[in-house]
């Protein structure tokens, strides 16, 4: 893992990666908002109810990867803010390179 993402804990996985993710439902738009206590923090404009959160969270996440939804599976957390996601199909060195283009840095704490 590269230096930028120390602070973000990603599990390399035999068909892809893990990230713990933070998301905050009902935000003012969809975002990625950095790193967040060993996670990705990500605001999602859906409110938390019926899955609609966590499937924009799944929206989101394929779009700034770069990868189809279907490749974005939400593995733990379908009721919590705190969420783990797997990319299928991408290594955890692909998934920093890609995380590093939209601008993630590690926490100044």
């Given at each position: 893992m590269t230096p930028e993402l120390a602070s973000v804990e990603i599990v390399r996985?035999?068909?892809?990666a893990r990230l713990r993710l933070r998301?905050?439902?009902g935000g003012r738009?969809?975002?990625?908002?950095?790193?967040?206590g060993g996670a990705l923090k990500l605001e999602v404009?859906?409110?938390p109810d019926r899955g609609k959160a966590n499937a924009a969270v799944i929206a989101l996440l394929a779009r700034?990867?770069?990868?189809?939804r279907s490749a974005v599976v939400l593995?733990?957390?379908?009721t919590s803010q705190?969420?783990?996601?797997?990319?299928?199909?991408?290594d955890a060195e692909a998934l920093c390179k890609r995380l590093l283009g939209r601008g993630v840095r590690a926490s100044s704490t």
């Open positions: 996985r035999k068909h892809g998301v905050k439902p738009r969809d975002r990625l908002v950095g790193p967040y404009q859906a409110p700034l990867l770069d990868v189809p593995v733990g957390g379908t705190d969420k783990i996601v797997e990319i299928q199909g991408i």
